[in-house]
């Protein structure tokens, strides 16, 4: 109940138990929506709109690689939404022919472009085209998102974000275990490797990773931070670990210059729709 209630009270927040439980605890009507609001761009990036183009909503590297398909370099709103998804079903994306990927998302019934490593099927076509109906399809993913957290994670998804640069002791060691793994290989991926560092279960998926700890601003990122980028509909493909305040730790080809060949290396640190996220200290315990 309290988890459909939280995404009630982003869309009408003068109902739904989460916001009047909270404000007899002592929050504020905005203090309440924006814990539920931040809650949900780290599951899912931010909110789209009917203006929302590739580039607003995953960077100048998928704008540029779709921009070779005249079609795709115009979309924007759900279109928009629809291409992204469709790209990032391509993993290593980044690796391939601009044109080949800009002809595949336009055309998705067509076979992959050479060399592809795809995740999933292609999603099914966006319906939604007003303001409304956009932010409708946003909280139903986020609600779905909401229903398959652990306690423990909805803890981290209402925690306030982490306004300081001083790291957690998970962050500290995140950052000295990518500097020392710069140039091995990671598999079968960055994830499986972070969840390592974390104490994690092997196989932890990495969408999970999202919720080890609380939303930091980019203001206040410090080495060894978690950034998550990619993000489709359902959440984010691709992570990183921040190196400093303009370098990550990661596998994805950021630079255009490396593939991806599940190698650690340094790449520029993504800036358009990505979320940071500090793994928080173990709870300690008392005898």
């Known amino acids: 109940m309290i988890r459909a209630a939280i995404v009630t009270a982003i869309a009408a927040p003068l109902i739904g138990g989460f916001f009047v439980a909270s404000l007899v605890a002592g929050g504020t009507t905005s203090t309440v929506t924006q814990t539920a ?5 780290t599951a899912l990036g931010e909110q789209p709109t009917p203006e929302s183009t590739i580039a607003d909503l995953a960077g100048a590297q998928a704008a540029d690689a779709l921009s070779a398909e005249p ?10 939404v629809a291409a992204v998804n469709t790209l990032f079903t391509l993993t290593n994306w980044r690796d391939l022919d601009r044109i080949a990927v800009a002809a595949w998302v336009a055309n998705p019934s067509a076979p992959l472009p050479a060399g592809a490593a795809a995740l999933g099927a292609p999603p099914a076509a966006a319906t939604a085209n007003s303001e409304a109906q956009l932010q409708d399809a946003y909280l139903a993913q986020c609600q779905h998102a909401l229903d398959t957290l652990t306690d423990d994670q909805l803890a981290n998804f209402l925690a306030p974000p982490a306004n300081t640069t001083n790291p957690s002791v ?3 060691e ?13 598999t079968p991926n960055l994830a499986t490797f972070v969840a390592e560092q974390l104490g994690r279960a092997a196989g932890t998926p990495l969408r999970d990773l999202l919720w080890t700890g609380a939303r930091v601003p980019p203001a206040f990122i410090a080495p060894g931070d978690l950034i998550f980028f990619d993000f489709g509909s359902d959440g984010p493909r691709q992570m990183g670990i921040v190196i400093d305040a303009s370098t990550v730790a990661t596998t994805a080809n950021l630079d255009g210059a490396t593939a991806h060949l599940a190698t650690l290396r340094t790449a520029p ?10 793994p928080a200290d173990p709870v300690r315990t008392t005898e």
């Open 37 to 41: 609001e931040v809650g949900c761009t």
């Open 71 to 80: 079609e795709l370099a115009r979309v924007v709103g759900s279109r928009a």
């Open 170 to 172: 998970p962050t500290s």
């Open 174 to 186: 995140l950052h000295r275990a990518a500097i020392d793994g710069l140039g091995t290989q990671v």
């Open 269 to 278: 640190l993504p800036s358009i729709n990505v979320v940071f996220i500090r």
